[in-house]
């Protein structure tokens, strides 16, 4: 499975954006997927996930401002981030699982300026 986010950018705060994230290839019974981030000097956290049914998740610290989605048919994720903070600033990288394997996209850099 590829995994290609597009969407990044620089932004002002209380601004929007919205990430995408394509997968391909052997993408039969992809089932979570998700966005995580990773500001500098800091571990990779979660931000949010969503599962086919449309069951989602999120990190508490943008419940309310950030809404996940997908599109099954295409299977791309989606990250749509309003209201955004100097500390949203990460590179935001989307993932998926199939099975036991886990796959990662290659990272979209989201700079909130304050």
């Known amino acids: 499975v590829q995994l290609q986010a597009y969407g990044g950018g620089l932004v002002q705060a209380g601004g929007s954006l919205t990430l995408s994230c394509a997968a391909s290839?052997?993408?039969?019974?992809?089932?979570?997927m998700g966005w995580y981030r990773q500001a500098p000097g800091k571990q990779r956290d979660l931000v949010a996930t969503?599962?086919?049914?449309?069951?989602?998740n999120y990190a508490d610290s943008v419940k309310g401002r950030f809404t996940i989605s997908r599109d099954n048919a295409k299977n791309t994720v989606y990250l749509q981030m309003k209201s955004l903070e100097h500390e949203d600033t990460a590179v935001y990288y989307c993932?998926?699982?199939?099975?036991?394997?886990?796959?990662w996209g290659q990272g979209t850099l989201v700079t909130v300026s304050s």
């Open positions: 969503i599962i086919r049914s449309g069951y989602t």
């Open positions: 290839g052997s993408i039969f019974s992809i089932g979570v």
């Open positions: 993932n998926c699982r199939r099975g036991f394997d886990e796959y």
